[in-house]
Structures are given as C-alpha cells and as structure tokens.
C-alpha cells in the first residue's frame, strides 16, 4: 500500500510526524481526504480534527484550532496554529494592549513625561480600535 | 574590635549575595536548556513555512501579496524591538537597544520617522525615554513566550505596513550562537526578501482553496509571525544564557571579595590581640 510522508507542526512545536495511507483535514471549503500522489495543494483549515489513517489500519488524531495544509505528491504537512483565531483578533489584541497602556497610566501619573507618553500611547491605541470598528462596519 | 566586626558584618552581607546570584545561576542553566529546546522545537514550523513561501515567491504570478512587493520610496520605517522583561542578564538587553537606536538614528537624520513595537518590559521601559513613536507593546511573556502573545504587537506593525504608515519592517533581537556569546541581529521582516531556490525542474502551482488571496494573506501573516516568534524564543534562550554567564561572574566575584575581606578581618584580628597582648605586658611593667 503506497503511503505518504505527514507533518504536523505548530509555531511552538513539532506535533507528529510519520507515514500514513490517508489524511483526512477540516478544510474551510469542506472536509479535505488526501492520498498519496494527490496534486499539490495549498488551503485554509478550520477548527476541527485532523485524522491520520496508518498503514497498520490505526487512526491518529490531532485537534487542531485552524491552520493551513499544504500538499505535494509524497508530502503533507499541517502548519497547525497555536491559538484560536478570528477577523475580530486585531480588535481584541488592540484592546487588551490599550489596557495594559490604560494601567501604566494609573501607576505613574505622577511623572509627568511619563503620563503625556502615556496619553499619546492611549490615543493612538483608541484611534487604531476606532479604525478597526469603522472597517468591520463597511465588512458587514 | 570595632574594625573587626564591620568587616564581619559585610562578609555575612555578601555571602549572602553570593547564595543568591549561584542559586540564580543555577535556575538560569536549568531554564536555559528548556529556553533552547522551544527554540529548536520552532524550527520545523518556520522552515516548512519559508519553504512554502519561496515557492510561492516564484510560483505565483496572478496574485503578488503587499509584503513580498517592494516600495520604491521609504516614508516610514518600523522596527519590532526584542527584550526580555527581567534583567540581571548582563548587557543582553543595552546591546539589542544600541542596536537598534543605531539605525534608527540612520533613518530620523535622513528624516524617515521611526516606529516601534516593543516586546518585553526591558524595551518597553527604555523607548519611553526615546524619541521614536511606541505603537504596540507586549510585556510579561514570562519563560514560555507564546506565539499568542505576541500577535497582537505584531498585527499592529503588519496592518501599519498594509495601510501604509510604514514601508519598511525590520526585527532587532540577540540570536544565540552559544552559551557564551549572544550577538544583536536586525533583520528585515517585510517586505519579505525572496529566498535563493535552487532552479524548478518543472513548473507546477498549488490548487489554491478556497482562493490564492486568502490563503496567500493568511499564510504571509503567518510566515512573519513565526518569524517574530522565532526570534523571541531565541531571544528567551539568550537571556538565560547571558543571566547564567552574569550569575557566575557574579558569584565568582563575590568569592574573590570574601576571600579579600577574611584577610583583613584576621589582620584587624591579629592586631587587636596583639595589642591586647602589649597592653597586658605594658601594664605588668607599670606593676
């Protein structure tokens, strides 16, 4: 039975690696089942499982929480992504480094240089939510 | 007496310096070795990215993403600045800001105005006292710096990139060559410089699903991304390197310094008994 090389790494780590008969991943498009010699291939993955079958008829799982899968003939390789991600992540990762700039505010505001930095951090941080927002509303 | 006794005081003070900066170096051997394994457990990821990216750089003509372009006019730059959030590390963080102030004193003289994105307490502390604009920072990534942390300071630079606030995007970070010596290195993040391939046999093109922009965009964000997440778990190794190479200078020194003062504190000793001694002598005479 032909088989064909799997890898499945995340930024952090190496996450498997070995020989299987069929990979079955959770395209955005639809559930992806790759053979061997399948034409290359390149997708966007959803949350979801990957499933390895081997050649001794055992299956391997891995939950992955979206990623990409690329595939040549004799090679697939799951670059898994660590987090779970979304279109709203810029939203959230501004806000949280707005509150984090927020609390710096209320420790120092005695130092005055130190509270102006502060507040040209915080409005730049504001405008970059407000930006977000204003995209998000011509998106829908 | 009295001499003796300050100096006594001391060599406790610093014994117990001592105790603190060997436990310290020994914390910071342990933490190194783990700090390298994630450094090379990210290895895998990003080569089988770089790898999928140069083809793309040659295979792909229908859809060229934004960061593989480069822009003929740099109006702005952005640098991503590297530190780590506890010090007692050496000059690991001072040589990654003389770096990078370095070239961006290059860029603010041509009149190219600067951008930062500071990762880690260290560089976040010492842009303040600068005259480049801060716009995204992440703090407190701890031992185990995680790719989930960062995306945020970096979405920032990538989206400034996109909208065209900056035309540049370069990394300052220390790479780790051994334990010894760690060495500041600026790269270029974006736009993306196309990789050296050996020449295609045959041309071939994925089948792009659900279309080539999407996953084009994803997987470019995702490339800088483990960049960026590469040299930070590098750069987690080199601190505890520099920290444990500190630490053991640190602790020798501190040797050298009691071993100095116990020679002084016998001499003041000696002399007081000795003249005790003459004393005792002398008034003996008197009687």
């Not at chain 1, 409005?123 to 204003?134: D, L, M, S, V, W």
């Amino acid at each position: 039975m032909s088989t064909i090389q799997v890898e499945i790494v995340s930024a952090e780590e190496e996450i498997w690696s070995g020989e299987g008969t069929m990979v079955f991943a959770p395209g955005v498009a639809g559930e992806l089942g790759i053979a061997p010699k399948h034409t290359p291939l390149i997708t966007q993955l959803k949350p979801g499982d990957v499933r390895v079958s081997l050649e001794n008829g055992e299956q391997q799982f891995f939950f992955i929480s979206g990623g990409i899968l690329e595939v040549q003939p004799h090679l697939v390789t799951v670059l898994s992504d660590t987090a779970l991600r979304g279109d709203d992540l810029d939203e959230e990762a501004a806000r949280q480094a707005m509150k984090q700039a927020e609390e710096r505010l209320k420790d120092s505001s005695a130092d005055d240089k130190d509270y102006a930095d502060m507040k040209a951090e915080l409005a730049a941080y504001a405008a970059q939510i407000r930006a977000i927002e204003k995209l998000k509303k011509l998106r829908n | 007496m009295a001499g003796a006794k300050e100096i006594r005081t001391q060599i406790r003070s610093i014994g117990n310096t001592r105790k603190i900066t060997k436990a310290m170096e020994m914390v910071a051997a342990s933490k190194m070795r783990r700090a390298q394994d994630r450094m090379n457990a990210a290895r895998p990821y990003a080569s089988r990215i770089r790898g999928v990216v140069a083809h793309l750089a040659h295979a792909h003509p229908e859809y060229r993403h934004p960061y593989t372009v480069e822009r003929d006019e740099v109006k702005s730059v952005g640098y991503i600045v590297v530190s780590s959030d506890r010090g007692l590390c050496g000059g690991l963080n001072v040589n990654v800001f003389r770096k990078a102030i370095a070239a961006m004193a290059e860029w603010q003289e041509s009149g190219t105005p600067v951008k930062v994105a500071v990762i880690g307490r260290k560089a976040s502390a010492f842009f303040k006292r600068f005259s480049a604009e801060v716009v995204s920072e992440t703090t407190d990534l701890g031992d185990t710096p995680e790719l989930e942390e960062l995306i945020g300071a970096v979405k920032v630079m990538m989206d400034g990139y996109l909208e065209g606030t900056i035309d540049r995007l370069y990394i300052v970070s220390n790479e780790f060559v051994n334990t010894m010596t760690q060495s500041p290195v600026t790269e270029q993040l974006i736009p993306v410089k196309p990789e050296q391939q050996e020449a295609l046999t045959h041309h071939w093109d994925y089948l792009y699903e659900p279309d080539s922009k999407e996953v084009i965009d994803l997987l470019m964000d995702r490339y800088i991304e483990s960049l960026v997440y590469q040299s930070v778990s590098e750069n987690s190794a080199c601190e505890q390197a520099a920290r444990m190479v500190a630490m053991k200078s640190a602790t020798d020194n501190a040797g050298k310094l009691i071993d100095d003062l116990k020679l002084a504190y016998n001499k003041a000793r000696q002399a007081a008994i000795t003249q005790e001694l003459s004393e005792i002598v002398g008034g003996a005479a008197a009687v």
